[in-house]
């Protein structure tokens, strides 16, 4: 069971040449397989076991600075030559000149902190890249109401993407053929292939824009008057090991997503040091969301954001959702943003594309909006990539 999840785990990253060598042989070695087996049932996730590997080598080394810098202890294992997010400039994995099958699976072993990881924790993540269609969907609501948005993220997490506002944007239309990643798109930086948000900010989200629609990105930042998340298990930033596991949950070949994660980490315990806090509540969000949209001030338009998380809830949760948020519209608006996959999301009855095509596999950016007690239509403003690194734009 655990050596077939593992191998189907290696058909998922077959892009990425070092993470797919490890699971490829330890789809094959009965004893770094079960270690999957001290996970919780709920857990047992091959990513668990590559993440806790990732983990203890991030470990004691400068794991919030770029790769490169600062490695001590564990950061010196031999193994962290593969890692991009630990060197600068890894081994290549491709290059045959060596293999880093052999130290993964002593590390794996023979270290107790990979086992002590795997009975102990949950892969748990926080998608920045997501902002990049939040921001223009908060835009299209913040046209509408024309006041401050109260903004209640359902599934927070680390609370990272309650901070959209202070980070830089970036949209870039796609180039046919340049699929790799926002920097492979050389040709549009001239006003009419990109357009910017707060450039230079030390967090920047890049999307690309394909199907020739471009995004309607606001003039100007959307205001935030109010802020908090709901989650069944935050991710506390201030305790070093629990920021650090977040990074070490991401996958260190996709560098810049892995870049953007820990310069999103580095802001967020500085902006808390200094007390400027967007607080995440602990709890089930169907329980939480009502409470938390009406004690959001008169002056803000409560905004509920769900961002891959209702999909965990089941069709029967999520029609509870829905009605939890039916329940606070007898007493104010609100408008509901998500991203979620719509075959994942049945409870939630989301349109097709406006063009009725049945594209399998993107998230659906939609919005949906109570007035005066009523729930309209959902709306689907974009498909996009899971991640936010593109999306088709239909609003
Ligand atoms: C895949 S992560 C997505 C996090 C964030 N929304 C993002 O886009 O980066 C899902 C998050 O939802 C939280 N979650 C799942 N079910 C929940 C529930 N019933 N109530 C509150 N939080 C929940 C998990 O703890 C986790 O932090």
Same mark, same amino acid.
């Given at each position: 069971m655990v050596k077939a999840s593992i191998a189907r785990f290696a058909g998922a990253v077959a892009r990425l040449p070092l993470y797919r060598r490890i699971a490829e042989a330890a789809s094959l070695d009965d004893e770094v397989a079960s270690l999957l087996l001290l996970a919780d049932t709920d857990d047992r996730n091959p990513t668990l076991l590559f993440a806790a590997v990732h983990d203890y080598l991030?470990?004691?080394?400068?794991?919030?600075?770029?790769?490169?810098?600062?490695?001590?202890?564990?950061?010196?294992?031999?193994?962290?030559?593969?890692?991009?997010?630990?060197?600068?400039?890894?081994?290549?994995?491709?290059?045959?000149?060596?293999?880093?099958?052999?130290?993964? @699976?002593?590390? !794996?072993?023979?270290? $107790?902190? #990979?086992?002590?990881? =795997?009975?102990?924790? &949950?892969?748990?993540?926080?998608?920045?890249?997501?902002?990049?269609?939040?921001?223009?969907?908060?835009?299209?609501?913040?046209?509408?109401?024309?006041?401050?948005?109260?903004?209640?993220?359902?599934?927070?997490?680390?609370?990272?993407?309650?901070?959209?506002?202070?980070?830089?944007?970036?949209?870039?239309?796609?180039?046919?053929?340049?699929?790799?990643?926002?920097?492979?798109?050389?040709?549009?930086?001239?006003?009419?292939?990109?357009?910017?948000?707060?450039?230079?900010?030390?967090?920047?989200?890049?999307? @690309?824009?394909? !199907?020739?629609?471009? $995004?309607? #990105?606001?003039?100007? =930042?959307?205001?935030? &008057?109010?802020?908090?998340?709901?989650?069944?298990?935050?991710?506390?930033?201030?305790?070093?090991?629990?920021?650090?596991?977040?990074?070490a949950c991401q996958w260190p070949e996709q560098v810049e997503r892995l870049e953007r994660c820990r310069a999103a980490v580095r802001e967020a315990r500085s902006a808390a040091a200094a007390g400027e806090t967007a607080p995440v509540r602990r709890g089930d969000l169907v329980d939480l969301v009502g409470p938390a949209v009406v004690a959001l001030p008169d002056d803000s338009h409560p905004v509920v954001l769900a961002t891959w998380v209702l999909t965990y809830l089941g069709p029967e949760g999520q029609r509870r959702f829905l009605a939890a948020l039916d329940g606070v519209a007898a007493s104010r608006d609100l408008t509901l943003v998500l991203q979620e996959e719509p075959s994942a999301a049945p409870g939630l009855d989301l349109p097709p594309r406006p063009d009725v095509r049945s594209v399998p596999g993107p998230t659906a950016l939609c919005r949906i909006d109570w007035r005066d007690g009523r729930r309209g239509d959902a709306v689907r403003l974009a498909d996009q990539h899971p991640h936010g690194t593109w999306a088709e734009w239909f609003a």
């Open positions: 991030l470990a004691e080394s400068d794991w919030a600075a770029s790769p490169g810098t600062s490695l001590t202890a564990h950061g010196q294992d031999p193994l962290a030559d593969w890692y991009p997010s630990l060197r600068g400039q890894p081994t290549q994995v491709s290059d045959g000149s060596g293999d880093p099958w052999p130290h993964f @699976r002593r590390v !794996a072993l023979d270290e $107790p902190k #990979v086992a002590e990881t =795997m009975a102990t924790r &949950g892969t748990q993540t926080n998608e920045v890249g997501r902002c990049a269609t939040t921001v223009p969907a908060l835009g299209f609501v913040q046209r509408d109401v024309n006041r401050p948005i109260g903004l209640v993220e359902v599934g927070a997490s680390a609370g990272l993407n309650l901070r959209l506002d202070s980070y830089g944007y970036r949209w870039t239309r796609e180039v046919r053929g340049s699929e790799s990643g926002p920097s492979a798109n050389a040709s549009g930086r001239d006003g009419h292939d990109s357009v910017e948000l707060l450039p230079g900010r030390p967090v920047m989200v890049e999307s @690309r824009w394909r !199907a020739g629609r471009r $995004p309607a #990105v606001p003039t100007e =930042m959307v205001a935030i &008057g109010a802020r908090m998340g709901i989650d069944r298990d935050p991710v506390d930033l201030s305790d070093t090991s629990a920021a650090r596991w977040l990074i």
